[in-house]
C-alpha cells in the first residue's frame, strides 16, 4: 500500500542497518531513501537515526517510532489477509521463528501440508534460539515462534502447547537415562 511505503523504508534501514544496503534491498537510489528518511525527520522534529561511519542506528525517538511502524505494518497485513479471506482465498506471508531442530523434517512438512490447501500464502522461517525468536514476536518480525520451554509464557498468545513425548532416554531408570 503506498501509504505505508515511508513507513517500509525506515523499517528497511532499521533491519539492514545502513541506508545503502536498504537502498539496495528496495532497489532505489541511496540518495533518495535518505532524502525520505530527513523529510520525516523533519516533519516529526527529531532524527530518527544516528548516522554512523559505517551505517545508521536508532535514536530514542526511533526506537519509538519503529515499534509503531511495525505494528502498522503488521495491522496490513492482517487487513489484507483477512479482506482475501472474504474473496474466498486464503492469502498473505506468514514469518515464522523456530529453532534449528525444527527445519529438516518438521516444518517444511508442515507448511506443504498447509500449502496444499491455501496456495497463495507464502512463507519464510527465521531460524533463531528460543530467546531471539521470543525477540522475533516482540519486534514484530515473525508472526509465529515455535520454541521448547519458553520464557516469556505471559506476553504472548498461545495457539497450540504441546508436551513432548518421553524417550527412552528420559527415564531415570533406563540405563539410557540422565546422570
Do not use: W
Not at 515462534?145 to 505471559?154: D, G, Y
Amino acid at each position: 500500500m503506498r501509504h505505508l511505503l515511508p513507513l517500509t523504508y525506515i523499517d528497511a534501514v532499521v533491519r539492514a542497518g545502513s541506508i545503502c544496503k536498504a537502498a539496495e534491498t528496495l532497489a532505489i537510489t541511496s540518495t533518495a531513501l535518505n532524502r525520505r528518511i530527513l523529510a520525516m525527520e523533519e516533519e516529526l522534529g527529531v532524527p530518527i537515526f544516528e548516522r554512523l561511519p559505517r551505517g545508521v542506528r536508532l535514536t530514542a525517538a526511533g526506537e519509538i517510532l519503529i515499534n509503531h511502524v511495525r505494528i502498522q505494518l503488521s495491522d496490513m497485513e492482517r487487513v489484507k489477509s483477512q479482506i482475501a479471506d472474504h474473496s474466498g482465498e486464503r492469502r498473505g506471508h506468514v514469518a515464522i521463528a523456530c529453532s534449528q531442530a525444527l527445519l529438516p523434517y518438521f516444518l517444511p512438512d508442515q507448511i506443504s501440508t498447509y500449502r496444499k490447501d491455501h496456495p497463495a500464502v507464502t512463507f519464510s522461517v527465521l531460524l533463531r534460539d528460543r530467546a531471539a525468536a521470543e525477540q522475533a514476536l516482540m519486534d514484530l518480525s515473525a508472526d509465529l515462534a515455535l520454541v521448547f520451554e519458553p520464557v516469556r509464557l505471559t506476553e504472548f498468545q498461545h495457539l497450540l502447547t504441546i508436551r513432548q513425548a518421553r524417550t527412552r532416554g528420559d527415564d531415570p531408570g533406563s540405563p539410557l537415562g540422565r546422570k
